[in-house]
């Protein structure tokens, strides 16, 4: 009995990690793909970073003190700071990987510059992972089950054409606030070969992670669904299509992408957009 708890304990935190991360990426994707937090970031002096840092954590303590994102009824201050300080971290991890794959943080980077950029970028997803369990958490969906625990399944088609759909709708919500910026272009300058194929495989990681890994409300309904593509990997997939579609979408309508271009520009531009896109039809299939 003591190594079955202790094992279930294990797989709790785990659970809880995976939904914080989630979190982080869901709130913090949109902000990575801003320069202007890069140029700040690179410049700011290290009281700044200080400061940004003692602010983060203030309030990511307080939002704890509620219920963290281990979802805990009862949070003592004492554990409320190590949780805080543990989803700072978890940002800053984030934060880390994302701006790699961009490769707006090298081994060329000096030191002052890539903390300032990751202190600055790790801000919104420290405060993702906070919120992740008090507004996307799963005891919404066990509820729901327990009162209704025969769910109306409808048919495949209509099921498919809703999680197209919603994938598609969070994926221009997200896409359309980033197309029209510099970044994209910008990024694709440095971002080839091997990191395209890295951004693809994190992509689909997000994706599957953040609807069908991460325990958020309708996440049980996310598995019950009876659409023609309805298993993780066919269904994580298929989103992906459908978001980088959508990215296209959004970059010819911003001119950001013409048909005399070459095939390569396409593809950098696609792959890159695809990312936030690809979080945003998470999102969206988590809504419905």
């Known amino acids: 009995m003591p190594v079955r708890s202790h094992h279930n304990l294990w797989l709790r935190e785990i659970k809880d990690l995976i939904r914080g991360i989630s979190g982080g990426f869901l709130f913090g994707i949109p902000l990575l793909y801003t320069m202007e937090v890069w140029w ?10 200080l400061s940004a840092i003692a602010l983060t954590f203030t309030i990511i303590v307080l939002l704890n003190q509620t219920s963290g994102f281990r979802g805990t009824a009862d949070v ?3 554990d409320a700071c190590m949780d805080s300080t543990e989803e700072i971290a978890l940002g800053i991890l984030c934060s880390t990987c994302i701006l790699v794959l961009l490769r707006e943080i090298t081994l060329d980077t000096s030191l002052k510059e890539a903390l300032g950029k990751l202190i600055y970028e790790s801000i919104p997803f420290a405060l993702g992972v906070a919120l992740a369990n008090q507004l996307l958490g799963g005891q919404q969906d066990e509820a729901q089950s327990q009162s209704n625990p025969q769910p109306q399944r409808k048919n495949r088609l209509n099921s498919t054409l809703a999680d197209l ?3 598609f709708i969070g994926a221009i919500v997200v ?3 980033i197309a029209p910026t510099d970044e994209v272009p910008m990024l694709a300058t440095a971002v080839s070969g091997p990191w395209l194929l890295a951004l693809i495989a994190a992509s689909l990681l997000i994706s599957y992670t953040i609807v069908f890994a991460a325990d958020f409300s309708n996440q ?3 598995h ?3 659409g023609i593509f309805q298993d993780p990997f066919s269904e994580t997939v298929i989103a992906y299509l459908i978001s980088l579609f959508a990215a296209v979408f959004m970059l010819l309508l911003f001119d950001k992408l013409g048909f005399s271009d070459p095939w390569s ?6 792959l890159i957009l695809g990312l936030p896109a690809t979080v945003g039809g998470a999102a969206g299939r988590l809504a419905i």
């Open 40 to 49: 700040v970031g690179s410049a700011a002096e290290p009281l700044r970073l």
């Open 76 to 78: 003592r201050f004492s």
């Open 165 to 167: 759909g919603a994938a």
């Open 175 to 177: 896409a359309f606030s």
């Open 220 to 222: 049980k309904k996310r």
């Open 224 to 226: 019950q669904q009876q």
């Open 265 to 270: 520009t396409w593809l950098r531009y696609t």
